[in-house]
C-alpha cells in the first residue's frame, strides 16, 4: 500500500501542475479573445499593431507541440492512477484498500472530467478567435 500511497502522490502532484498549466493556457486564450475582439475594428494604426500581435500570440497558443505535450501529461497522469488502481486490487486485504480505491477513482475521475472541460474550452476559445482573425483582413 506504500507504493500505491507513491502513486498517487506522484499522480497528484504532476495532475495538479498540468491542470495549474491548462487553466494558464485557458487564461491567456481568453485575454487573446478579448483583445482580439477590442481591435477587430483596426480603424487606426495602434489596432492594427494590435491585431499583428493577436495573430502572433494565436500561433503560439494554438501550435501542435502544445497539444501534444498536454495529451501526454494527461496519458502519463491516467497511466499512473490506472497502475495505482491495479497495484491496490493486489492489496484488498488491506484494511485501507476501500479508501485508497475511492482516492485513486475519485482523483481519476476528477482529473480526467476537469482536463476534458478545460481542453474543450481552450478549443472552442481557440475556434472562435481563429475565427474572429479570419474575419479581419491582413
Known sequence: MNLVGLMLSLAGL?????????SQWLRD???????VELNRRHANES?????????????KLSNRDSYVINLAVLAFVVFVLVN???????????????HVRTALWAFLIFFVGM???????????????GKMLDGISS
Do not use: H
Open 84 to 98: 495505482g488502481l491495479m497495484m491496490a486490487a493486489t492489496a484488498s486485504a488491506d484494511p485501507l484498500y476501500p
Open 115 to 129: 482536463s476534458g472541460w478545460l481542453f474543450w474550452r481552450g478549443f472552442s476559445a481557440i475556434a472562435a478567435i
Open 47 to 59: 489596432q492594427q499593431k494590435a491585431i499583428i500581435e493577436c495573430r502572433v500570440e494565436f500561433r
Open 29 to 35: 486564450l481568453m485575454a487573446l479573445e478579448q483583445k
Open 14 to 22: 504532476v495532475g495538479s501542475f498540468f491542470n495549474i498549466q491548462l
